[in-house]
């Protein structure tokens, strides 16, 4: 599908929001767009931050040639977008309390989902950790939707210092379930951090992000999936954390 | 009125076009972005006797024009294909569809063959005997004319009433040697190529992208390999060939043909654009009008 740019800015150290117009149809919280990027082979995967009718928000950080292609894409130019790829998260089972646990560039989908779940009523806490207080973003916005948000840098530039789960300990954080995205030794330290049940967003590298290729795989209680297809989020008690 | 039909061995295809083992599962995927039927046929991925869990991750790296693969032939195995993959595949695909054959060993080959022989969904029987991923004990039959003839004579005991097609690596001093032994025992054809064997390093990480190290390297950087291995197989044999390599436009299907491939594969392009075999059939009757062709089929081994 054809998505202009409208705007392309940096917000914090090596990420930027992208946001562009197209048609946004079947989009859920959780899932990912493949960007088709001129004169690279494969798509890039960016998992979505936020969406309207009409327009979509994409957050990036620089971690390639092809992300880095992407900072300097101009507001007008059109790309060919792959849509509504993954399963995206349950909002069925968040409960009354549920907390959104984002890490880095896991902090994106995590706001779309926040925006979902306040719209059914169900205001979530929300954790974001970062490396440090440069790479900070996106914390304003999550108030702004009425949730209470908690930040924690690993080198204690800004917020609590040290992790994500350093904060659930601390806060004595009691969610009905849970919901994250993030670095996988930050998934699995929630995992074991929680005692509630959760669902977790992995990353993979990816050939062709619709589920043909078996480039991306990850054990599960019931054998191998695809991250892209099956996942890219997964059930706590389905994952083979060990792996 | 451009005809886009051709005859493969006895199997007759609307159009030359098939997407190829490895690049669209069972069809499944693809079915929600068009149409399947409009293909020729497609190769489903390869399917071994037993289940294969693969390669460990990152199987994929991106390259100029191209990419490279270590999935490992990742495959829930023959039995869980019959009895699950063909029956679902029969909901949306109503051609007969190229079996694509793993393996590690002659006997392999032949259980895996014997029992496609049976599946009416099946209509060609592709057995791929030059894998690059895949190192248990050392042993690529397609890597030297014997051992190729080896398992084409094997599968073609129990191969009878299908066509049966050998898939040939790139990675061997003169393809033009298999080929000839794969056509002495009896095949009927031939496909090729599959990918070549490459590898990408981390400079950062200092240590390979891909986690087996090395991987089979496709896309449209692989064409003119493709294009020139099809040249000289076509006119070393009798038997009908099958391109396939970096093919992702209705242009390259015509140079595959004029090399001499009766029909051409589509691989890596499916990945980077799941509509893309669609758009080369659309396209074909246009290209075609352009240099004045009326049936593709005449085109086969002009050059």
Known sequence: ?243 | MAELSVNLAGLQLDNPIVPASGCFGYGNEFKDFYDINILGSFSFKGTTKEPRVGNPTPRIAECDAGMINAVGLQNPGVHAVIEHELPRMKEYFHKPVIANIGGFSVEEFVYCCELMEQQPQVGLVEVNISCPNLHAGGTNFGSCADSAAEVTRAVRKVVKSKPLFIKLSPNVTDITEVAKACEAEGADGLSLINTLLGMRIDPRARKPVIANVMGGFSGPAIFPVALRCVYQTAHAVKIPVMGIGGVDSAEKVLEMMLAGATAVQVGAANLADPYICKKIIEELPAVMQKYGIERLADLVGKV
């Open chain 1, 1 to 243: 599908m054809e998505f202009m740019i409208l705007s392309n800015q940096p917000i914090a150290k090596s990420v930027y929001k992208m946001v562009l117009a197209g048609d946004t149809r079947g989009i859920k919280a959780g899932q990912f767009v493949e960007l088709a990027l001129p004169g690279r082979f494969l798509r890039r995967p960016i998992s979505v931050c936020d969406w309207t009718e009409n327009t979509l928000t994409l957050i990036y950080k620089v971690v390639g040639v092809g992300t880095e292609d992407m900072t300097q894409m101009q507001e007008g130019v059109k790309l060919d977008v792959l849509t509504a790829l993954g399963n995206g998260y349950d909002l069925d089972r968040a409960g009354d309390a549920p907390v959104l646990i984002g890490g880095g560039v896991g902090v994106p989908p995590m706001y779309g989902l926040a925006r979902e779940l306040c719209r059914r009523g169900i205001i979530p806490t929300i954790l974001l950790g970062f490396n440090t207080i440069d790479e900070v973003f996106y914390e304003a916005q999550f108030l702004a939707l009425g949730c209470t948000v908690y930040v924690a840098t690993a080198d204690g530039s800004y917020g609590t210092k040290g992790f994500v789960t350093d904060v659930l300990r601390e806060e004595n954080l009691t969610p009905s379930y849970y919901y994250t995205c993030g670095p996988l030794p930050m998934l699995r330290a929630v995992a074991n951090a929680t005692v509630c049940s959760g669902e977790a967003s992995f990353e993979e590298r990816m050939g062709c992000g619709f589920g043909a290729c078996m480039g991306c795989t990850i054990l599960t209680t019931q054998g191998h999936k695809r991250v892209c297809k099956d996942g890219p989020v997964f059930q706590k008690e389905e994952i083979e954390w060990q792996s």
